[in-house]
């Protein structure tokens, strides 16, 4: 956590549901709120997801904080659905700024079927 940065209530979980159930599009303004202190403050350090493989294939990084210096892969975290891919950081990121961790309602994947970014089962 920051000094003097807004803070995230962990207790108020509703915006980590909203994020749960739709990881990537429009969001009310108490999730954008979240997000953007989630996304704020120093960056080196903070989780973000790699592009192995275009709209297949995705990996957990670090990013490094400093310009020009690409982030690092974090050893043996792939993700085949970006959704879930999107999830994991929010989940990391949100744990880290509130040094919490989330209830065990939020442990299960996002779906029982991954899907392809077009939303076709596999």
Do not use: Q
């Not at 990996?59 to 970006?82: F, K, Q």
């Amino acid at each position: 956590m920051r000094a003097n940065a807004p803070r995230i209530d962990p207790a108020d979980l509703d915006p980590v549901r909203e994020f749960r159930a739709c990881p990537i599009g429009l969001h009310s303004p108490a999730l954008e709120a979240m997000l953007n202190i989630l996304r704020a403050g120093t960056m080196g350090g903070k989780y973000c997801i790699i592009c192995l493989e275009p709209h297949r294939k995705w990996a957990l990084g670090r990013l490094s904080g400093i310009r020009g210096v690409p982030p690092e892969v974090v050893p043996a975290v792939e993700y085949d659905d970006l959704e879930e891919a999107e999830w994991d950081v929010f989940r990391r990121r949100w744990e880290a700024e509130t040094r919490t961790r989330l209830p065990p309602e939020f442990d299960a994947p996002l779906r029982e079927t991954p899907t392809n970014r077009a939303g076709e089962s596999r």
